[in-house]
């Protein structure tokens, strides 16, 4: 077999470097099977609760059913494991007065008390994705890549008193030391393909974008020579992957030329107007990522706890945060039950596709992934932040057993995340207010 290809993870031209899906001809596939495949763990965040009674499943255990708000998700319910039960306590007051929408995003992925500022002197901990991604450091082109459809926002008064960094990031290097969320596809797009964060010649890069033309004309050339020697599923492995991120310039692209013909909006380039687009599109581009194998990390806060979105395409003309603290009012309950089902048919809608896509040993990306989707609430009337709504999606490379809803008691959220990080081979004896591994998984 040609060194040159099974040392090869990049397709490279002027400028800009694109990195190649796991191939047949990869040395580590060709040592045996499934183990050459990565495992990836993403953590995507559901705002402000949920209706409970019509998100919780029926029956336990294998013998299950997904429930109204669920249902979308009928696809991949083999690959899915429902977890009701686990709970944030570090989101509660514990003192601190009011707060919960600001303490459930920051806690969501910490297990830790946020510090109640609205200043600079922000303290929380370090997020289990960060951990992960510091112990796999080097492995992939990004360490770690953290998305959202909301604009980050560093500091500022937000809930009860709380720093808007709390409330407005995910993902957290440190304890004093959040890592915004990037909402620009395009941006997104040119972290992965381009030169690096940052290198892409600026020459090159705006010749590229003035002339319309494509990063994959750059590294063409490259891809051309790669084919020639490779086999027939390698082959069109690679020209199903360019195909792949082609489309995705083009939704990016469209999503700009819509918006450039809006008179008198001032919005960041490459976002789409709707909402469920721009969901959608941030979904393929964390697809991308993991089938690129340029991260094998990354936190998506589609929505901040306390967000106030309406979601008129579907009939709820109210904002999201407003209905939510309900009273009991059943109309508020219907409208929340459908805003629900749509966070869930997004998800879906990912799901599907990490499904669809194949890796080299058979498999596919959902098959190799670890994925939690949930949030800090679970009726955010009440502001209760225990019997979170949980889902965890995918194989984890055979280590999870899915297509089961499991019932616990009272158990911190940080105990799945230390049996998630053993599972991608990342050992820590504590995390936040663990108490333990939740080996149920």
């Known amino acids: 077999m040609d060194e040159s290809i099974t040392k090869r993870r990049f397709l490279r031209g002027l400028g800009a470097t694109i990195a190649l899906p796991m191939l047949e001809c990869s040395p580590a596939f060709a040592k ?42 009928k696809n991949v319910k083999s690959d899915l494991q429902v977890i009701s039960g686990l709970a944030h306590d570090k989101a509660n007051a514990n003192g601190d ?29 370090v997020s289990v994705d960060q951990i ?11 360490d770690s890549l953290e998305l959202g459809c909301d604009p980050a926002r560093k500091a500022g008064r937000c809930d009860s008193g709380y720093s808007c960094a709390y409330q407005f990031n995910f993902a957290w290097k440190d304890e004093n030391l959040p890592l915004p969320p990037e909402i620009d596809p395009r941006i ?24 319309e033309q494509s990063i994959l004309d750059y590294v063409m050339d490259d891809a051309k020579s790669l084919q020639r020697k490779l086999g027939y599923t390698d082959s069109q492995k690679i020209e199903e992957y360019l195909t792949g991120v082609r489309e995705m310039e083009k939704k990016i692209e469209n999503a700009e030329k819509f918006r450039d013909s809006m008179p008198d909006v001032k919005v960041p380039r490459g976002i789409p107007a709707n909402y469920r687009d721009h969901i959608r599109i941030m979904y393929d581009m964390l697809l991308l990522a993991f089938q690129s194998d340029t991260t094998r990390i990354s936190t998506f806060l589609v929505a901040h706890d306390g967000s106030n979105r309406s979601f008129r395409d579907i009939g709820v003309p109210e904002g999201h945060h407003h209905l939510s603290h309900h009273r009991n009012d059943q109309a508020k309950i219907d409208k929340l039950a459908k805003i629900d089902k749509f966070y869930v048919e997004q998800f879906a809608y990912f799901l599907e596709k990490m499904k669809a896509t194949k890796d080299p040993a058979g ?49 911190p959220m940080t105990n799945l995340y230390l049996t998630l990080l053993d599972k991608l081979g990342v050992h820590e004896d504590r995390l936040g207010d663990s108490t333990g591994r939740f080996d149920k998984v």
């Open 132 to 142: 992960a991604a510091e112990k796999l450091s080097g492995q992939t082109k990004l």
């Open 363 to 411: 498999t596919n990306l959902l098959d190799s992934s670890m994925i939690v989707f949930g949030g800090g609430h679970s009726d955010a009337n009440r502001h209760d932040h225990d019997n979170l709504p949980i889902v965890l999606a995918g194989r984890g490379n055979g280590t999870l057993q899915p297509g089961r809803h499991i019932r616990t008691g009272h158990a």
């Open 32 to 73: 045996g099977g499934s183990a050459a495949t990565p495992t990836r763990m993403a953590f995507v965040y559901l705002p402000n609760g949920v209706i409970v009674p019509k998100w919780a499943p029926k029956g336990d255990g294998t013998n299950w059913q997904l429930s109204d708000t669920l249902s979308p998700l």
């Open 188 to 211: 997104v797009f040119e972290k992965m393909f381009g030169g690096g964060i940052s290198n892409e010649d600026p020459g090159a890069k705006a010749k590229r974008l003035s002339h």
């Open 97 to 125: 007065g009011g707060g919960d929408h600001a303490r459930a995003t920051a806690t969501f992925l910490t297990g830790r008390q946020a510090r109640k500022t609205a200043g600079a002197d922000i303290k929380l901990g």
